[in-house]
């Protein structure tokens, strides 16, 4: 008797204490619509955390929590972040959300060409950061000098991903975590292929940020960095017509004479050599481009109107490919016209292909 007593006490404390553990983690703490936020900060521990839940109101017992994220590691290795919670929400579910590391993040793209400006749109626009800081830590002497970027910015150091950014995420943290993707790319063996050009990255990245600008197919992105490099093997300017308008308009708007005589620091018309720093965010294929340029003869280049360009070793060669190319925009202007198309506005005269 005493044995199916102590067999008795013994089941009946066992199931007493499942439901109590079922209690506290399967039971909603919450069954409104509001959403409830907390921010676990980096360096909070774990029971420092467990107590931010509970003054929450989304953990019960704070004790059986701790024991747990003991018994699963998670006390130490606790993501720091926003969580967000909302409706019928149980503890087991704040504690899996904790596991899985669930915090609030934002995914934003930086596309190959991108300028800062377009990246600074990309980043106001999601809530990541204000235009004021943006401004300021993408210019900060001091910021830059400590990621070891040797440049007026960082134009062309924010490599094209996407990113999971975490809300909360500082400035600093954004712009190095963009950086370090770069860094991650941008390898030992492209290091010493710039160094057998002569070149350094800052270098071969402002040329693969040309070069990101002006190619319209994958296959041409060698050849025009061949072109560029016969220029500056022999001294002749660029004349890349991206660098005309850079910090100027974007290069949708096009690109006029006027453009291609404004004196500024970038314009590869009025300076000789590469700009001061890159134009763009430069894609992993210039980048290879840059430093693998294909072994051609040409020294201009002008679009074809047929999703391309031709390439030419003489002036002669080249002023031929221009007329070419202003025949057959006409050509398709008048078939426009006659079709019914919109009317284009008046605009200056169009600037000539690097060469002109």
Do not use: C
Not at 104 to 124: H, I
Not at 139 to 147: G, I, K, N, S, V
Not at 316 to 333: C, D, G, P, S, W
């Amino acid at each position: 008797m005493m044995r199916r007593n102590a067999i008795f006490i013994a089941v009946s404390v066992a199931v007493m204490a499942v439901l109590y553990v079922y209690s506290q983690f399967m039971v909603p703490v919450a069954v409104n619509q509001d959403m409830v936020e907390v921010k676990i900060e980096k360096g909070t521990s774990f029971g420092g955390a467990v107590n931010q839940l509970k003054e929450s109101g989304l953990v019960k017992d704070r004790t059986l929590f701790k024991a747990l994220g003991r018994l699963t590691g998670l006390d130490k290795h606790l993501t720091p972040g926003f969580y967000q919670f909302t409706g019928g929400v149980r503890p087991w579910d704040v504690f899996k959300d904790l596991r899985k590391g669930n915090i609030v993040q934002w995914k934003v793209t930086v596309v190959e060409g991108d300028t800062l400006m377009d990246v600074k749109n990309t980043l106001v626009s999601a809530g990541i950061m204000n235009a004021a800081d943006f401004d300021k830590y993408s210019t900060d002497p001091a910021f830059l000098e400590r990621l070891g970027i040797n440049a007026p910015s960082l134009e062309g150091y924010l490599f094209p991903d996407t990113y999971a950014i975490s809300k909360g995420s500082t400035p600093e943290d954004v712009f190095e975590m963009m950086f370090h993707r770069l860094e991650e790319v941008y390898d030992e063996e492209m290091t010493r292929r710039a160094e057998f050009l002569g070149m350094t990255r800052r270098q071969i990245l402002t040329l693969a940020s040309i070069i990101e600008k002006e190619a319209i197919l994958d296959s041409e992105r060698p050849i025009i960095a061949g072109v560029y490099h016969n220029r500056l093997n022999i001294g002749m300017p660029l004349q890349a017509d991206p660098t005309a308008i850079y910090g100027i308009k974007p290069q949708s708007a096009g690109i006029t004479r006027s453009d291609i005589l404004r004196k500024t620091a970038y314009n590869t018309y009025y300076i000789k050599g590469l700009p001061p720093g890159p134009i763009a965010a430069p894609g992993l294929k210039s980048i290879k481009a840059a430093l693998y340029p294909k072994n051609v003869p040409y020294l201009f280049f002008v679009a074809n109107y047929q999703g391309g360009h031709t390439f030419s070793i003489t002036m002669e060669e080249h002023l031929n490919a221009i007329q070419t190319y202003r025949e057959r925009k006409m050509a398709a202007k008048l078939e426009a016209e006659s079709a019914g198309g919109d009317e284009a506005a008046k605009e200056e005269e169009e600037a000539q292909a690097p060469g002109q």
